[in-house]
T-cell receptor, first 112, second 115 residues
Framework: SQQGEEDPQALSIQEGENATMNCSYK?????LQWYRQNSGRGLVHLIL?????REKHSGRLRVTLDTSKKSSSLLITASRAADTASYFC????????????FGSGTQLTVLP | NAGVTQTPKFQVLKTGQSMTLQCAQD?????MYWYRQDPGMGLRLIYY???????DKGEVPNGYNVSRLNKREFSLRLESAAPSQTSVYFC??????????????FGDGTRLSIL
C-alpha cells in the first residue's frame, strides 16, 4: 500500500524557475522525508521534517508540512538542469515506525 | 566513500532459476533494507534487518529470502524466479535509532529481468 502520493506525476519547467511538488498521506506520521533519484541511480536523501515541525530549509530546498491536511510540499528554488530527477516523499508512520513508505514520485524535468 | 554497494548491477534469469543479490555497506549502520521498484511506482519494502542477527518481513516478502551475514552485508535470495519478480532492486541502510526516523542510504540498484 502506498502511504504517500505525489502530485503532479510529472513537471517540466525552465531553468531558473521554481518547482513545487506535493505529497499527501493517509495516516499519522512521525516524520516525512524527501528523496531524489537520478535516472539509473539509487535514491538520495534530501531532507527530513518531523511531525512537530512546519517548515524546513536546506540550501535551495524548502519543505513544509501540514499535519492537519496530511500533506507536504517540496519547493526547489532557482532550478537548474542538474535538478532533473524523480522526487519521492516517504513517511514514517506513527506507532509503526519499522519502515518508510514511499510514494510513486514526481518526475521533474528542468529545461536549459 | 563507497556507501552501499550492490552486486550485480544487471542480471537476466530464466523462470525457475535462483540467484542471490548481494549488498554491503561501509557506514557501520545497524539497519539494512531491501526494496523493489517497479515502473511508475514507489519503492516497496521486501525485507529489513534492524540489526545483525534479525530480519523481518516488509510489504512484499513472498518469493524472497534474506540473510544478514554480518553487520556489513545483507543478501536477498530468489529461490525460484518468476516473471513478476522482474524489477529494480535497491538495498539501503540507516544508522541506529527508531526505524523510519533516520535517513536511508541507497545503493544504485540491481536491474533484474526474468524471462
Amino acid at each position: 500500500s502506498q502511504q504517500g502520493e505525489e502530485d503532479p506525476q510529472a513537471l517540466s519547467i525552465q531553468e531558473g524557475e521554481n518547482a513545487t511538488m506535493n505529497c499527501s498521506y493517509k495516516t499519522s506520521i512521525n516524520n516525512l522525508q524527501w528523496y531524489r533519484q537520478n535516472s539509473g541511480r539509487g535514491l538520495v536523501h534530501l531532507i527530513l521534517i518531523r511531525s512537530n515541525e512546519r517548515e524546513k530549509h536546506s540550501g535551495r530546498l524548502r519543505v513544509t508540512l501540514d499535519t492537519s491536511k496530511k500533506s507536504s510540499s517540496l519547493l526547489i528554488t532557482a532550478s537548474r538542469a542538474a535538478d532533473t530527477a524523480s522526487y519521492f516523499c516517504a513517511t514514517a508512520v506513527s506507532g509503526s515506525a519499522r519502515q518508510l513508505t514511499f510514494g510513486s514520485g514526481t518526475q521533474l524535468t528542468v529545461l536549459p | 566513500n563507497a556507501g552501499v554497494t550492490q552486486t550485480p548491477k544487471f542480471q537476466v534469469l530464466k523462470t525457475g532459476q535462483s540467484m542471490t543479490l548481494q549488498c554491503a555497506q561501509d557506514m557501520n549502520h545497524n539497519s539494512m533494507y531491501w526494496y523493489r521498484q517497479d515502473p511508475g511506482m514507489g519503492l516497496r519494502l521486501i525485507y529489513y534487518s534492524a540489526s545483525e542477527g534479525t530480519t523481518d518481513k516488509g510489504e512484499v516478502p513472498n518469493g524472497y529470502n534474506v540473510s544478514r551475514l554480518n553487520k556489513r552485508e545483507f543478501s536477498l535470495r530468489l529461490e525460484s524466479a518468476a516473471p513478476s519478480q522482474t524489477s529494480v532492486y535497491f538495498c539501503a541502510s540507516s544508522p541506529a535509532g527508531q526505524f523510519g526516523h533516520q535517513p536511508q542510504h541507497f545503493g544504485d540498484g540491481t536491474r533484474l529481468s526474468i524471462l
